[in-house]
């Protein structure tokens, strides 16, 4: 199992530009969300969804969208970067909610400039 | 609503040495509590857990209680190794399961 993976690793944008990050698992976890890390803030809830076709809200949601179209992707999307979103991005999956334990990808380090 | 507040790093102690990390939080309901690890250049590792209290999760050497009375699920470890160097993030779930609230990390390093 490759586990969760996310692309790109890095990530240098303009203010202004879209790009979507890329987040799979192969383990049919229901569950999977996209946290942002940033220095002294821990990790912040940006989405989450409980299964395909199902997303909701967390923390810090204005600025992304999601989409769950299959169990095995969650793609983030920025619209319209803007430097208050450089950020360490980290998708997580779990079998279920709550008690389960989350499985982090290596995470994905945007810049906006 | 939720909160999880962990002492500020760098915490920097000698090999075999003692370690605390305090962790408290604000939650309502009866939250389960995480301890996760990040190493350098990695994601989030899960560490150990507790979800009611009084229980004990423990892993790796490293132990934490769930303390409702006092609020705290603090981190230790009887001897640290410099393996041991990295990002402690303590973490609860709410009630309903769909969220963790992370603290805000706190970084070990552990010299020879």
């Known amino acids: 199992n490759a586990g969760v993976t996310q692309t790109p690793k890095f990530q240098v944008l303009k203010t202004g530009q879209s790009m979507t990050l890329q987040c799979a698992q192969d383990m049919n976890h229901e569950y999977m969300s996209w946290y942002r890390q940033d220095p002294g803030m821990g990790l912040r809830l940006i989405h989450y969804s409980v299964g395909a076709g199902i997303t909701d809200q967390g923390e810090v949601p204005n600025g992304y969208n999601v989409s769950r179209s299959t169990t095995e992707d969650f793609p983030l999307r920025l619209l319209s970067a803007a430097p208050s979103q450089t950020s360490v991005y980290f998708c997580a999956s779990s079998l279920g909610r709550g008690l389960d334990e989350q499985y982090f990808g290596p995470g994905t380090r945007l810049t906006v400039t | 609503g939720d909160s999880v507040t962990q002492m500020e790093g760098p915490v920097t102690l000698s090999e075999e040495a003692f370690l605390t990390i305090n962790c408290t939080y604000t939650?309502?309901?009866?939250?389960?509590l995480f301890w996760y690890v990040q190493y350098p250049g990695e994601g989030l590792q899960l560490l150990l857990k507790?979800?009611?209290?009084?229980d004990k999760g423990s892993n790796k050497g490293f132990e934490a209680t769930y303390r409702k009375e006092t609020t705290s699920f603090h981190l230790e470890k009887g001897s640290v190794q410099v393996s041991d160097s990295a990002v402690y993030f303590c973490a609860l779930s709410n009630n309903a399961g769909n969220m963790l609230t992370f603290g805000g990390g706190t970084r070990l390093m552990v010299k020879p």
């Open positions: 507790a979800t009611k209290a009084d």
């Open positions: 939650a309502t309901g009866y939250p389960s």
